[in-house]
């Protein structure tokens, strides 16, 4: 079964509105954290928020957030204010317990996200 | 700066050369990893390494190769390419932390076999 889904292969979001990334997760493991990477068309892959299961709220960073329901095992991604830069594949991640017990990243497939002037 | 570098960027290769992907970290990580990336599979971790002289399997090891001889170097060993191997390959490195240890990722190394 897939770990990671993201259900949106491509998206068209219009400059200075707001925008939701979904990503749904599968993990039975009580501790975990979501991840969401950015990949421009240059290729290179950055890092732009993090959620741990424990955490009370929702993640913020700048123009993103992150919508994070745990009954219904979503961490969507929330951009607001969308800018023509924002323009990119959009990776959300998971890793179930902690990297030193060799728990790798697992990501979905990804959303591309195209921003309209 | 902090980074991570791969070498090289580019690689056009053909079927059964063998060829070294490169990777190296400038901020004292023990944990490395090697992510193949293709189309609508998002990214599948190949190898990984928690340091030097540890190394595991990951979700798509066969027909790669890695070693770890110094904390820094990480590097991703074809033996005998196929056309299969096609991808965009991607290092990272990490903190031994929890759960919420962010991955540092190079800037990706684009590999066809012909």
């Known amino acids: 079964a897939q770990k990671i889904t993201q259900t949106q292969p491509g998206m068209f979001v219009q400059e200075k509105e707001a925008v939701t990334l979904d990503c749904t997760y599968d993990t039975s493991d009580p501790s975990y954290g979501l991840f969401w990477y950015k990949q421009p068309s240059s290729g290179e892959m950055i890092f732009l928020i993090y959620?741990?299961?424990?955490?009370?709220q929702n993640a913020t960073e700048g123009r993103y957030s992150l919508n994070f329901q745990k009954a219904r095992k979503s961490a969507n991604l929330v951009i607001s204010a969308s800018q023509l830069g924002d323009s990119a594949m959009y990776f959300c991640?998971?890793?179930?317990?902690?990297?030193?017990?060799?728990?790798?990243?697992?990501f979905g497939g990804g959303t591309r996200l195209m921003v309209k002037p | 700066e902090a980074q991570v570098t791969q070498n090289p960027r580019y690689l056009i290769t053909v079927t059964g050369k063998k060829l070294t992907v490169t990777c190296s970290q400038n901020?004292?990580?023990?944990?490395m990893s090697w992510y193949r990336q293709d189309p609508g599979l998002g990214l599948r971790q190949i190898y990984y390494s928690m340091n030097v002289e540890v190394t595991d399997k990951g979700d798509v090891p066969e027909g790669y190769k890695v070693s770890r001889k110094e904390k820094r170097n990480f590097p991703l060993i074809l033996e005998s390419p196929s056309p299969n191997q096609t991808s965009l390959y991607f290092c990272a490195s990490s903190t031994m932390a929890g759960e919420n240890a962010e991955a540092f990722f190079g800037q990706g190394t684009r590999l066809t076999v012909v």
């Open positions: 991640a998971m890793r179930e317990g902690p990297i030193y017990a060799g728990n790798m990243l697992t």
């Open positions: 959620q741990g299961s424990y955490d009370q």
């Open positions: 901020m004292n990580h023990e944990y």
